[in-house]
């Protein structure tokens, strides 16, 4: 089956911990896209990568870091230096330009 | 930035009626994505329209680019269609992301 999958589906990390979320898509897509949702909000863009070994900042790119190493892979490390993490993480991808596919999200608390 | 406002915020409507969900926005785009956000997150995709109009069984939307609005129907409302409704959009010119609307929420009642 061709599809975006995000794992874990829930984390919980401590104040000053660096987390890894996971992102991997089976669909050739080449550009893959990394958003936030708060609750009762819609969702902003951390960082998109166009093709691999590339990537850009969006709209609240602070305190996170992504590297594209390969074309089905986007993973996203939130870091200490993120001020509220504690969010709903939805990864996308696309063919350049196109319609825009999600993966199921990862929800993530500090405790 | 561009802004993209969705009408109305919330909407609680009798199983069977009918509903119009608005988006309106600000510049012109070269995408426009109609998603319905299920109670578990999941974000699935309803539309690909930046213009004209398209139809999927109960649902159905039209987007006039040259107003810069678009609208989402869902006819003979069902339960299953409760949850958030958002609609994004992308700009030309190399800039990739989707800017979202602030969603409606919709709950149909048995």
């Known amino acids: 089956d061709g599809g975006i999958t995000q794992s874990p589906k829930y984390l919980f990390r401590k104040e000053g911990q660096n987390v890894t979320l996971s992102c991997e898509q089976n669909?050739?897509?080449?550009?893959m896209y990394w958003y936030r949702q708060d609750p009762g909000q819609g969702l902003r863009l951390i960082y998109y990568?166009?093709?691999?070994?590339?990537?850009q900042k969006g709209d609240i790119a602070e305190g996170y870091s992504v590297s594209r190493e390969k074309k089905e892979s986007f993973p996203l490390t939130v870091t200490s230096a993120q001020k509220n993490p504690t969010a709903f993480y939805l990864c996308?991808?696309?063919?350049?330009?196109?319609?825009?596919?999600f993966g199921p999200g990862t929800r993530l608390t500090v405790l | 930035g561009i802004q993209v406002e969705q009408s109305p915020p919330d909407l609680i409507l009798q199983e069977g009626a009918n509903s119009t969900l608005r988006c309106n926005f600000s510049?012109?785009?070269?995408?426009l994505q109609w998603f319905h956000q299920n109670p578990w997150g999941q974000l699935i995709n309803l539309f690909y329209?930046?213009?004209g109009t398209k139809q999927n069984g109960r649902l159905s939307a039209t987007t006039v680019a040259t107003e810069r609005y678009s609208l989402l129907y869902i006819s003979s409302s069902q339960t299953t269609d409760s949850g958030v409704y958002f609609c994004?959009?992308?700009?030309?010119?190399?800039?990739?992301?989707?800017?979202f609307g602030t969603g409606t929420r919709l709950t149909i009642i048995p």
């Open positions: 996308a991808s696309s063919i350049r330009r196109d319609e825009q596919f």
């Open positions: 669909l050739n897509h080449d550009a």
């Open positions: 990568s166009q093709i691999v070994n590339d990537f």
């Open positions: 510049d012109s785009v070269n995408n």
């Open positions: 329209i930046p213009s």
């Open positions: 994004a959009v992308g700009i030309n010119f190399g800039n990739e992301k989707l800017t």
